[in-house]
């Protein structure tokens, strides 16, 4: 059944906003009486029926659902701004479909794209559409929230969580294998996790050392060299086999 | 360090094949002296020395390395042919990546694309190069085969593994969270393991049953609902997780 997230109270009458409108009924070709999944501003999942059509779309409210497909954690990735356009977009298209809860680019040392304050509102926008349509396909009840951030300093003043790590090769060359394991072992439901990726070049171990001395964790991803838009998703394959299936 | 794939004896003179040489000294700009990691025929890693460049390019060994970055256990993934051309491009860039070593596509009973016999060999040897230069990049000390089967008899028949396991949706929607780590709980070092994802539409319940039938486990990859080509890189992070960080 097609997903929605409409943010609507659910004892109010609710009225599809003009996309989700146009999806349902020109794309899926919706008619009176057809069901559809809504994630309404309570985070619930409703079904609901559509009811009217014109002059604007109008649901039914017909159930609620306990579904909830949300990781016991939140995860909040941090990735130094790749240097092509795609990337940001698999990357926000990926981690949400594996459970993210929000997405924050920041301006590493090695970032060679930079995100010119002109175009970032755009470019948010953009990423943010992804991951709405990504949310609704993989039947999420959240929609990440995608965030950008100038500089490392900023980015560990701003984002605190229960652990904080950041994947780091060296470690993985150094055949480093349990920290990562070991920070997993220990979150518990409710907790929060930050955890950082570098850009194409990789972050600078003055970066690394930055982190460290706030307490941010180095943790390697295995012993292969994976691309900046892999590791973060291997990063979310692993917190949700972690606490979600082990 | 640059990392190439020959397959040449490491006893034997090194010459560089036309590709790679070409990638050497004109994209990379080597110069007599450069060194460069290559994995030989016995897949090892060896670092060796540009000693000569026209009208060959020639490598000499100056040390053979110990390096690993192969899982414990092999890992086939048949993947239905899924509907676009980029998605077996991604799957096989990305499993690559995180370290796959065969990768089938078959035609599932939903698969909406269907390889033409005449359009097959090229399809492959595309997809192989990308697993090449995935390869390469994520320092691999082997190229993952890539394969195509017409149908899921002979995939069955020709896929013999030590464990068999198809992700299936209706498992997760179920809430059943630990038939995956139950399978890589009881793998070894040197066993084989495949696993079969759907397409786009996903497997149909007839597929599931016959594959159930030869002795293949469903399971779930948690409760989100994945994409075609990121339910195959979960798995493939996950056992990463499970053989090698855990």
């Known amino acids: 059944m097609q997903r929605y997230f409409i943010n609507v109270d659910p004892a109010q009458e609710i009225i599809l906003p003009q ?108 990423l943010q559409k992804i991951a709405e349509s990504a949310a609704e396909q993989s039947h999420r009840n959240k929609i990440p929230q995608i965030e950008y951030c100038d500089n490392l300093t900023q980015l560990l003043n701003n984002y605190q969580a229960t652990k904080r790590v950041v994947a780091w090769e060296e470690s993985a060359k150094q055949g480093e294998t349990s920290a990562l394991s070991q920070q997993f072992q220990n979150l518990k439901t409710g907790d929060s996790i930050l955890a950082i990726f570098g850009p194409e070049g990789g972050l600078t171990s003055d970066e690394v050392s930055q982190m460290n001395s706030t307490g941010v964790v180095s943790v390697g991803l295995g012993p292969r060299i994976l691309r900046t838009e892999t590791a973060p998703l291997y990063f979310m394959a692993a917190i949700s086999y972690a606490t979600e299936l082990l």
């Not at 146009?22 to 009811?51: F, S």
């Not at 459970?99 to 680019?105: R, Y």
Request: glycine letters at 2%; one cysteine or more.
């Open 19 to 126: 996309e989700p409108a146009h999806h349902l009924l020109k794309v899926m070709r919706a008619k009176i009486g057809t069901r559809v999944e809504v994630v309404l501003a309570d985070q619930y999942v409703y079904i609901a029926e559509l009811i009217a059509t014109a002059p604007v779309a109008k649901l039914k409210i017909t159930q609620k659902l306990s579904n909830n497909s949300e990781l016991p954690v939140s995860v909040v990735l941090a990735c130094g701004v790749p240097k092509t356009k795609e990337k940001p977009e698999l990357i926000v298209q990926k981690a949400t479909e594996l459970g993210a809860t929000k997405i924050v680019f920041f301006e590493a040392a090695r970032s060679i794209s930079h995100w010119q304050e002109n175009k970032r509102e755009r470019k948010i926008t953009r």
